[in-house]
C-alpha cells in the first residue's frame, strides 16, 4: 500500500495550498480518509477525515471553515483544501487509511495505513 502526500509549499498568511494524497495497492473506496499534522516539537494531530462514500466530513476546530476534505474514488485520490492559512498551520501534513468511522480515525490510534508527509509552511 502506498498513499503519496503533494502539494505542500510555502504559502504567505491568509493564502491557500491544496494538498493531495493518491493511494495505491488498497480499495480506496473501502476505505476513511484522514489527515494529520504534525509541527516541530509538537505531537501529531487530527486535521480532517472523510468517510468512505463521501457522507461524513469532520474537522478540528481549528481548521473547520479554512479547510475542506474532498476524495475522488475513481482517482483514488483525497484532497484537503486549505483557506486561509495561518501561521500556526506550519506542520508537515500526512494523509491516512483506515476502515473504521471517521469518528475512530480522530484518535490517530491503530490506523491501517500512514503516508509519507508532505511540508506546509506559512509564513508571516
Known amino acids: 500500500v502506498q498513499l503519496q502526500a503533494s502539494g505542500g509549499g510555502l504559502v504567505q498568511t491568509g493564502g491557500s495550498r491544496r494538498l493531495s494524497c493518491a493511494a495505491s495497492?488498497?480499495?480506496?473506496?473501502?476505505?476513511?480518509m484522514g489527515w494529520f499534522r504534525q509541527a516541530p516539537g509538537k505531537e501529531r494531530e487530527f486535521v480532517a477525515a472523510i468517510s468512505s462514500n463521501n457522507g461524513q466530513k469532520d474537522y478540528d476546530d481549528s481548521v473547520k471553515g479554512r479547510f475542506t476534505i474532498s476524495r475522488d474514488n475513481v482517482a483514488n485520490t483525497v484532497f484537503l483544501q486549505m483557506n486561509k492559512l495561518k501561521p500556526e498551520d506550519t506542520a508537515v501534513y500526512f494523509c491516512?487509511?483506515?476502515?473504521?468511522?471517521?469518528?475512530?480515525?480522530?484518535?490517530?490510534?491503530?490506523?491501517?495505513?500512514w503516508g509519507e508527509g508532505t511540508q506546509v509552511t506559512v509564513s508571516s
Open positions: 491516512a487509511a483506515d476502515t473504521g468511522t471517521t469518528r475512530e480515525v480522530q484518535s490517530g490510534r491503530g490506523i491501517d495505513w
Open positions: 495497492g488498497l480499495t480506496f473506496k473501502y476505505y476513511t
